[in-house]
């Protein structure tokens, strides 16, 4: 029989840690956004989450690649997979609530499943994967609010920039599973990272000037939490679940960040969200559910 691979406590523990350092920079962000622009926010978060990571890399004397090959895939994938997602969040977060934010997130999964099913012959999308992506994005579109796809104010322009981060995480999902083989994790964290840095720092100094650090405390600490936090310790902790739980209990991440941000802009900011975000979330995690294999499929003999 095929047996679904159970989650030791510990690594119930870590799930939950993890999705709280994920969901809490929604929050960071959104504090941050208070004193600091959307460029210079990302910039701080990338950049100060590299010197971690490298730190990291260096103490425990890890192999670190420097073929052209490599090179250039750090640089891509620190486009797609932090500078881009990073940015578009942080800006939607402008105009839209914490919790909306992480429910569109949750779009990633679909996305990233729909797109690896056009691209690789060991991922189709079967039928029970379907039903599963048809939920998610029937999910997604309640969440927005069908009045809100069919103009263009700033909300509705937001929330598609949640959408576009989602899609970019999932092309950089595609192109990493092909070009960072062979590469340590926490290499490819730190290479992808200082790549996102050597964009976002420059355009940061560009468009939104020199930061002048003179911030309160609550946002030097919100700047602090998502380089540190939601960042670097965060890819480090995501790759200790996944050799605990496997991949497939690791993708309940996925439905566990969006309650935490939405918790936590409720306490703090007083966020409330409108029953269709709720009912778009139910969706989206039946979908992802029905994806992993939870629900809706049988077990049956080898």
Do not use: C
């Not at 490819?188 to 000037?209: D, K, N, Q, R, Y």
């Not at 030097?220 to 995501?238: C, D, E, P, Q």
């Amino acid at each position: 029989m095929i047996v679904q691979r159970t989650i030791p406590p510990l690594a119930w523990a870590l799930l939950f840690l993890l999705a709280f350092m994920w969901g809490g920079s929604f929050l960071a962000n959104r504090i941050a956004l208070e004193e600091v622009g959307v460029f210079t926010t990302v910039a701080f978060r990338v950049a100060g989450a590299s010197v971690v990571l490298w730190a990291y890399v260096i103490l425990r004397g890890l192999r670190v690649p420097l073929t052209p090959r490599s090179i250039g895939t750090f640089l891509v994938l620190g486009l797609l997979n932090n500078a881009v997602p990073f940015t578009l969040i942080v800006w939607g977060q402008q105009h839209i609530a914490s919790g909306l934010a992480a429910i569109l997130n949750a779009s990633t999964a679909i996305f990233t499943v729909l797109l690896v099913a056009l691209i690789f012959s060991d991922e189709r999308l079967t039928k029970h994967k379907a039903v599963g992506v048809a939920l998610g994005f029937a999910g997604v579109v309640t969440a927005i609010g069908i009045e809100n796809l069919t103009k263009l104010d700033l909300r509705s322009v937001s929330q598609l920039a949640l959408i576009g981060s989602s899609l970019s995480y999932a092309i950089s999902a595609a192109i990493g599973r092909v070009y960072l083989k062979g590469i340590r994790p926490e290499v490819s964290a730190a290479g992808m990272l200082t790549s996102a840095a050597l964009f976002m720092v420059p355009m940061a100094i560009w468009l939104e000037g020199v930061p002048t650090f003179g911030y309160h405390a609550a946002t030097f600490g919100a700047l602090a939490y998502l380089a540190v936090i939601s960042s670097a310790f965060a890819y480090m902790l995501y790759y200790v679940v996944l050799n605990l739980a496997g991949a497939g209990n690791l993708s309940l991440v996925t439905l566990l960040v969006a309650p935490v941000a939405i918790v936590l802009g409720a306490v703090v900011y007083g966020e409330t969200l409108a029953a269709n975000a709720f009912l778009g979330f139910a969706l989206l995690a039946l979908g992802l559910l029905i994806i992993d294999g939870r629900l809706g499929t049988r077990k049956k003999p080898r």
